[in-house]
């Protein structure tokens, strides 16, 4: 049996991949981190959600190598190292050092790079990346706090973020099937080429992806190439409904948490506040008194907890606001101050018996999974595209981690009222 092993470079980009694999017939295991400790694992695919998407380039490339030394230790024999479909990187960049490393570190010299997520509107054409009808570099993305992306061109990017060299496979070789683009491969890897990128337009280009790409030993991309892989490795009888029933939701109280300035989320706020209970984080209280602003946020939770809709707390600010507070604070002494925030009103929150955590932006989930202790969980029903219920595999929890851009304006409340709770 193949056994994928996923590096993902941070929590909700992970759980993104994860969905699209027990979706597509692969049955998955998520772990928060690289384990100390596990049960024997019978998963096909194994998914390790790292917080590295942020941290100095070093940092990440060590968690990285790690997670792949123990991926190889439970039989893994093929590799993804998976990060954002909006390529989300410092302007320094992890994903082309951490790519060099996973390559050395497997004595390989090629792989591919497919961000595209047609579904949720990221395409790659000519080797540019875009959001929806928009470049990357003109999409929301360019005001993202923690990495704005002002480049939409992959080949440039990763050439700049990486030692080696980079070359494109574009749509028409990609209409042509599989054999033309592992022959297509071939060429480019005497040539020297180490970064393939893949142009994208729609799902077949995927599946034809996953075809072509089924010997590699190390691709890297977003969730979709996902789609593609997952088909070509599922059993013929691979039973979803029950690799999804063993991550379906639980838990008596419920919160929602949104830490994300994403324009989706920013709309998704908006829709929600007109239905629920919601109340806004203050950065400068964040700043102030971290600890008694946090009891006094999660005060409020409880007293706004009889309602139908779980209440809200928000960051979530606007692009003109957040220029403001970042220009006042500092870009990254803000958002370390809501992440601690956030971590200090979950853990807070699990302690008064919340259950279920409904999180939005990848680094914010990535400190709510770590303050609410949660290790490894099974991947649940999809809410929306690349977002589903997650439940904890030891402790009676269950989470959504949304990444900022992903789901509908109306998130938040339907995946509190389209499920059943046990
Ligand atoms: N009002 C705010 N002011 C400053 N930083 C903020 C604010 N709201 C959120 N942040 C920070 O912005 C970052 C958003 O990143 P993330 O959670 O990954 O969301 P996304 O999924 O949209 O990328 C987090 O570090 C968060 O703490
Ligand atoms: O690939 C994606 O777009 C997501 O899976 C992802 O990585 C999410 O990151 P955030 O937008 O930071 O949540």
């Not at 969905?19 to 384990?35: A, D, E, H, K, M």
């Not at 070093?58 to 190889?72: E, G, I, T, Y």
């Not at 700049?160 to 980079?166: F, L, N, P």
């Not at 239905?275 to 409020?300: G, K, M």
């Amino acid at each position: 049996m193949t056994r994928l092993g996923i590096i993902a470079d941070d929590f909700t980009g992970a759980t993104d991949i994860a969905s699209f694999l027990v979706q597509n017939g692969l049955s998955t295991i998520q772990f928060n981190g690289v384990p100390s400790q596990h049960d024997a694992l019978t998963a096909q695919a194994i998914v390790i959600s790292l917080k590295s998407r942020s941290c100095p380039a070093q940092q990440a490339v060590a968690q990285s190598l790690d997670a792949l030394r123990w991926l190889q230790e439970q039989g893994c024999d093929r590799f993804y190292f998976k990060y954002c479909s909006t390529f989300d990187s410092t302007e320094q960049g992890n994903i082309g050092p951490v790519t060099d490393a996973l390559l050395a570190a497997l004595g390989e010299t090629q792989t591919v790079i497919s961000p595209a997520l047609p579904v949720n509107g990221r395409t790659v054409y000519l080797g540019h990346l875009f959001v929806g009808e928009q470049l990357l570099s003109d999409s929301g993305m360019r005001h993202h706090p923690v990495t704005p992306m002002t480049d939409s061109n992959l080949l440039r990017l990763m050439e700049r973020q990486a030692g080696g060299k980079a070359g494109l496979i574009a749509a028409p070789l990609l209409d042509q099937g599989a054999q033309a683009v592992r022959d297509r491969l071939s060429q480019l890897k005497e040539q020297g080429v180490n970064y393939v990128v893949l142009d994208t337009l729609h799902e077949q280009h995927l599946l034809t992806q996953g075809e072509a790409l089924r010997e590699m030993r190390l691709v890297t991309g977003g969730s979709g190439l996902a789609i593609g892989l997952a088909r070509q490795w599922a059993a013929a009888d691979s039973d979803r409904a029950a690799a999804e029933n063993a991550g379906r939701p639980q838990g008596a109280r419920a919160v929602v948490i949104s830490g994300s300035c994403s324009q989706m989320t920013n709309l998704q706020v908006s829709a929600y506040r007109q239905q629920a209970p919601s109340h806004e984080v203050e950065v400068t209280r964040c700043l102030d008194n971290p600890d008694a602003y946090a009891r006094e946020l999660c005060d409020w939770v409880a007293g706004h907890s009889d309602q139908p809709l779980a209440p809200l707390l928000y960051a979530t600010a606007d692009a003109q606001q957040l220029q403001a507070i970042q220009r006042d604070y500092g870009a990254q002494r803000s958002s370390e101050a809501v992440e601690q925030l956030f971590a200090a009103v979950t853990r807070e929150l699990k302690a008064r018996g919340w259950q279920r955590f409904i999180v939005a932006g990848g680094e914010t989930s990535g400190v709510v999974a770590q303050s609410l202790g949660v290790t490894a969980f099974h991947i649940g029903p999809t809410i929306s595209a690349g977002v589903p219920w997650v439940r904890d595999i030891h402790q009676p929890l269950s989470l959504t981690l949304k990444s900022g851009n992903f789901g509908d304006e109306h998130f938040f409340r339907r995946a509190q009222t389209e499920f059943a709770y046990d």
